[in-house]
């Protein structure tokens, strides 16, 4: 079909003009539906840079930013999160996702090609495509170059100008035994330390650029470090360094000796992982995004974003294994194994007690006694900023976690610019600061409640006897148009088209997976659970009106014709928003890939 024009409020990246598609012609354009809150949008972002500078002469790249939370939505939370994860192509924000109706999207991330006359000619949901699109886009080099519609050269990106700073877009801190304050420097890729009064900058581990060097501190690099976690001293001793860093883009756990100042990789492999182990010996496993990590008990707890699961790493033994968690997104209570969570980005500590900051389903959760429980939130798709009984209360994309000395729990509500407070005992929650530019992290000092104000570059102290407020801003949803459904028997289909080159990898049998639950659980009345399949009929149960399809996909494909093929699994969630009415078709299809 012929590509819609762009549509939206604010371009990014661009030097304040507008960029249509028409003005395009002759080149490929490559857009991506994301949103900055989302993990797997970022890791979008980080495959598509290769590609951007292969066909750096031909392809324009540009990121469509579709919001799912309020926050996300704002011209200001866009701008910072362009510059935050160093977006280099033109940025459109759709705060009401008029150009994501229009492409008639359905998840995030979403990979749509345009060819140079105009046409949509391929379509990926999820992560893990880049050797696809690598293809697809070779493929269209040669044809257009043939027919002479191809054109090089020009792009409409200008580069945001940067300040240098102390800190930028910090995200985590820690405090030392000397009372040194280290804090993740994401945005600068490195590991600040400050003396005890969070202004004085004494040293940097990490030389500044992204990379995953090891060795000393000013060769030392990382990529967008998170979380820090400072080891009991007796492991310290047997590693052989005393911090340990959720090195987030890399996909890694490093070590810093903070004596000689030495980095080390000691987890991962720098691969993201896709699918397969989970357990053994940590340089040997790939890791998925860790976003932070504490010691508990016997072991490091990493919260693992990218699959949204959490992993213990032993530092003494050098091995790593899952904790918790399934690998699917959402909001599910119980046993350690059969719990979802959803972009765990925050960890607290209270004696048995393991307290989660889960930002995807807005929530305050905890472990113990070998099961998840949830405090605070109810699924993926409700946030707001509501204080009062914990049954009721609302938070909007947390990422970080803390416990004061009374036992009770502070929240970074990131997306609210707010410090939220919970009583365990009372079960009601308030707010203790607001208007804060994205608080990420939290550190409890002797004289304060340290935050991290990631958007404003600089840790805030706030009084440790600040009272609390009762805030009612209101409830709210994710905001995307449903798919309107007829009641009854639907059937439903993924598509997956293998890329330009390849084929489904059925050497160990079936090459994909289809797993579909709701939200409520009540809407099907059958179809839920797992098979091998990617068509499948379902039945929506009498009585409901809307709910929310929760839809996991995965396809393996190896190339065709090598005598050692490389092999590759593309996977996808989606949570469709569905309205059950008399006149909505009987069928629903996704893309997972396809032309």
Known sequence: ??????????????????????????????????????????????????????FADVLVTIGVHSPKFLHEGEAAAIEAAVRRYEVHHPVLNDPEMTTWSQYAVKAWPTLVVVDPQGYVVHTAAGEGHA?????????????????????????????????????????????????????????????????????????????????????????????????????PAEVADQAGYHLLV??????????????????????????????GETDGDALSIDLTSPWDVIWWATGAIVAMAGNHTLGLFDPRTGKISRFAGTTVEGLRDGELGEAFFAQTSGLAVQGDRLWLADAETSALRYVEDG?????????????????????????QHPLGVAVLADGTIAVADTYNGAVRHYDPDSGKVSTLAE???????????QDALLVVESAAHRLTPLPLSADGQQVDGGAHAVRRPPTELAP??????????????????????????????????????????????????IKIAPGHTEGVLQVVAQAASCDSDAEHPVCRVTRQDWGVPIRVTPEGPDHLQLILAGA
């Open 1 to 54: 079909m012929r590509a819609p024009e762009l549509a939206g409020d604010v371009w990014l990246n661009t030097g304040g003009e507008q960029v249509t598609l028409a003005q395009l012609r002759g080149k490929i354009v490559l857009l991506d539906f994301w949103t900055s809150g989302c993990i797997n949008c970022l890791h979008v972002l980080d495959e598509l840079r290769p590609l951007e500078e292969e």
């Open 371 to 395: 099961a998840v429980h949830t405090a605070v939130g109810t699924d993926l798709f409700s946030f707001g900023h509501r204080d009062g009984d914990a049954a009721d209360a609302l938070l």
């Open 131 to 231: 050797e696809a699109l690598r293809r697809v886009i070779a493929e269209l080099v040669e044809t257009h170059d043939a027919k002479g519609t191809l054109r090089r050269g020009g792009n409409p990106y200008v580069p945001a100008e940067e300040q240098p700073a102390d800190l930028r877009f910090p995200s985590k801190a820690v405090t030392t035994a000397e009372g040194r304050i280290l804090v993740a420097d994401t945005g600068n890729h490195s590991i600040a330390e400050f003396a005890s009064d969070g202004e004085t900058l004494i040293r940097r581990f990490g030389s500044g650029t992204r990379g995953r060097a090891d060795g000393a501190f000013d060769v030392a690099s990382f990529a967008e470090p998170a979380g820090l976690a400072l080891l």
């Open 246 to 275: 959720a090195d987030t883009a890399n996909h890694l756990l490093r070590g810093v000796d903070l004596v000689t100042g030495e980095v080390t990789t000691v987890a991962g492999t720098g691969n993201q992982w896709r699918d």
């Open 435 to 445: 208007n804060l530019a994205e608080p990420s992290g939290l550190l409890v000092t």
């Open 488 to 537: 009854g028997t639907v059937e439903f289909s993924v598509v997956f088209t293998p890329p330009p080159g390849e084929k489904l990898d059925d050497r160990f049998g079936p090459s994909t997976r289809l797993q579909v639950t709701a939200a409520p659980p009540e809407l099907l009345a059958e179809g839920e659970g797992t098979g091998t399949g990617l068509t499948r009929t």
